[in-house]
């Protein structure tokens, strides 16, 4: 039974979550927003493909490993100033970015804007938590902010292209800065610190290892210019990198990421779907601008818009999702919704390789379309089946953990498909890091009908509403 809520307590929701929601937009915008202006940042500053994907996976890189420190300093210092300063941090850097002359300042600064971007979002969360103790409250506050990092999702690309199309790309860095100084403002205004002592604690060697783990492998399917002796080192150095920090955090009395959460054979299956989701869509968005220049001759303010076939499903196929999980069940619902992002990876593979102009338009909609319908479908309720499957005592750190190997798989994803894209003035090119997507949906299907549950179970069916 909730406890009961008066008018004047239902009143802050809105202001509190906007405060904080809008964390979450920036964050979001900056990786969807840069997606479209990556063809005139590699032009103007001199990136080959590998470059380009730095530039997303830099910020990722950044994002993730400090995702594990941001948490507990924010619970030791406290949540608002730790998003305070993570926002301050995001605005310097922003600046950096927008003034970047070369391609090492541009990277260096998108380092410093992840690490700012993690600060801000846990920052976020935990106060969410603290400012809404009823669950009724908390439910609607995080779905509210669902909406707007949905809104950063599929707006992103088509804003990002107009700002770089009209004003240049570097307006994509510098138009965070009002909304930056307007967090400055609003959040000490309206939101309460709060802290945790006894949170856990900070450990700077898992912040090591995860972050060498993950900086080797992307660097490994990136370089272009190393011999295969030297990428397979690379490899072999981020799996050791990898295997001591899981070593490291099973063996801790209070890990930070507890990969125990992982253990069962259904959560395992849910792992291997969130990092599916990387690969069949999120890092395909990253690449698709370049395949509408090459592929199509669009202009960038045309690929933006264009772009909303695959991304504007994500504001409006989450609210039917939820009905059809209860009626399928968890291993029906996601075989279907990673069948709609394989076929929709597979139509991208062909447009890729059509030799008729209007075979490859059509199919080229038609697969951003299928896509953007497909994680639509599965994206939102990632975070229903981890706590509907986690045990109550882990549901806190499921959620971080989820978190951690969404943002890995991003990273890990974008280096992955850009290592088989070998040039980007050829729209042929493109089919082998769609035909990779399509192979990473069709391994989710199979992850989905081996591991997981055929039902889903009523824990989940009180919680559906609440995933983001």
């Known amino acids: 039974m909730h406890e009961r809520t008066s008018p004047a307590a239902d009143g802050r929701i809105v202001p509190i979550t906007f405060a904080l929601g809008l964390g979450a937009f920036l964050t979001l915008f900056d990786v969807t927003a840069v997606v479209v202006a990556m063809p005139g940042i590699a032009k103007d500053l001199g990136f080959a493909v590998a470059g380009a994907a730095w530039v997303i996976d830099a910020y990722s890189l950044a994002f ?8 507990a300093l924010a619970d030791r210092f406290g949540r608002r100033r730790s998003m305070l300063i993570g926002n301050a941090v995001f605005l310097v850097a922003s600046i950096a970015c927008g003034l970047a002359t070369d391609g090492p300042m541009l990277l260096a600064s998108r380092v410093v804007q992840g690490v700012g971007a993690a600060f801000m979002v846990t920052g976020a969360t935990a106060l969410i938590a603290g400012a ?10 995080f779905g509210m902010i669902g909406v707007i990092a949905g809104a950063a999702m599929a707006l992103g690309p088509t804003l990002g292209g107009l700002l770089a ?11 965070n800065i009002p909304f930056c100084l307007s967090l400055t403002l609003v959040v000490p205004r309206f939101v309460a610190e709060t802290n945790d002592p006894d949170g856990p604690p900070l450990d700077p060697v898992g912040v090591a290892l995860l972050t060498i783990s993950l900086g080797l492998a992307i660097d490994a399917l990136l370089r272009r210019d190393g011999s295969l002796a030297i990428r397979a080192g690379c490899l072999a150095g981020s799996a050791m990198a990898a295997m001591l920090f899981v070593l490291q955090q099973w063996r801790s ?9 992982f253990a069962t054979s259904a959560m395992a ?8 989701i990387q690969f069949g869509y999120w890092a395909v968005l990253v690449y698709l601008p370049l395949f509408l220049s090459t592929g199509l001759l669009v202009r960038m303010e045309v ?16 609210l039917i999702g939820g009905r059809f999980v209860t009626q399928w069940g968890w291993r029906c619902f996601f075989v279907v919704a990673f069948g709609v992002i394989a076929a ?3 139509l991208l593979a062909l447009a890729a390789v059509s030799t008729s102009p209007a075979m490859r338009l059509a199919a080229t909609i038609a697969g951003m379309l299928t896509i953007g319908v497909g994680a639509a479908l599965a994206n939102p309720q990632m975070s229903s089946v981890v706590l509907a499957l986690a045990p109550p005592t882990q549901a806190g750190m499921a959620s971080a953990v989820t978190m951690i190997v969404r943002q890995a798989g991003f990273a890990i994803s974008i280096a992955a498909l850009g290592a088989t894209l070998t040039r980007t003035d050829m729209a042929t090119a493109f089919a082998a890091p769609f035909a990779l997507a399509t192979l990473a949906a069709l391994a989710a299907i199979a992850a989905a009908i081996i591991l997981l549950p055929a039902k889903s179970s009523q824990k ?9």
């Open 269 to 276: 299956g849910v792992g291997a779907l969130l990092a599916a």
């Open 165 to 175: 199309s009209w004003f240049g790309w570097r307006w994509i860095f510098y138009a």
């Open 344 to 346: 929709g990876d597979a």
């Open 132 to 141: 809404f103790p009823n669950l009724d409250q908390r439910a609607r506050a």
């Open 303 to 318: 690929a933006g818009v264009a772009l909303l076939a695959a991304t504007l499903p994500m504001l409006l196929v989450p």
């Open 460 to 468: 989940d069916a009180s919680q559906k509403d609440v995933s983001g």
């Open 253 to 261: 009395s209070r890990p930070v990421l507890d990969p125990r959460v």
């Open 64 to 71: 993730t490993g400090a995702l594990l420190a941001s948490g």
